[in-house]
């Protein structure tokens, strides 16, 4: 299970935090990735994060977001800095209990009928 916390309305050039804390997981190697869903577009990727702490990010956003991991909470992070109006979207985690590259290649990350998925929080910045 997956809970988000942390979003809200900000203005242009600000920052929120958004949280993705897990329970239960019967693994210790996943990928949990955040993905963002603006009206009447396509679900697309924001950045992962693997157990192991690496990180990979959409080139939308490297430079401005950081996805960080809380290993002993099974939470992850999203640090978004120097938001913009193009940031506003629904903002879901995912995970799945394989690596990151595995997932990928497997087309599991972002397919909203794979992995584990957190109800979404609304990120708005105007």
């Known amino acids: 299970q997956l809970v988000e916390s942390g979003g809200g309305s900000v203005q242009p050039g600000g920052s929120l935090r958004l949280s993705c804390a897990g329970s239960?997981?019967?693994?210790?190697?996943?990928?949990m990735g955040w993905f963002r869903q603006a009206p009447g577009k396509e679900r697309e990727k924001v950045g992962y994060v693997e157990s192991d702490g690496t990180t990979e990010y959409a080139d939308s956003v490297k430079g401005r977001f950081t996805v960080s991991l809380d290993n002993a909470q099974d939470t992850v992070y999203l640090q978004m800095n120097s938001l913009k109006p193009e940031d506003t979207a629904m903002y879901y985690c995912?995970?799945?209990?394989?690596?990151?590259?595995?997932?990928?290649?497997?087309?599991?990350?972002?397919?909203?009928?794979?992995?584990?998925w957190g109800q979404g929080t609304q990120v708005t910045v105007s």
């Open positions: 239960g997981y019967p693994y210790r190697r996943y990928c």
């Open positions: 995912q995970v799945e209990f394989i690596s990151c590259t595995v997932a990928t290649m497997h087309g599991r990350m972002g397919r909203p009928d794979l992995g584990y």
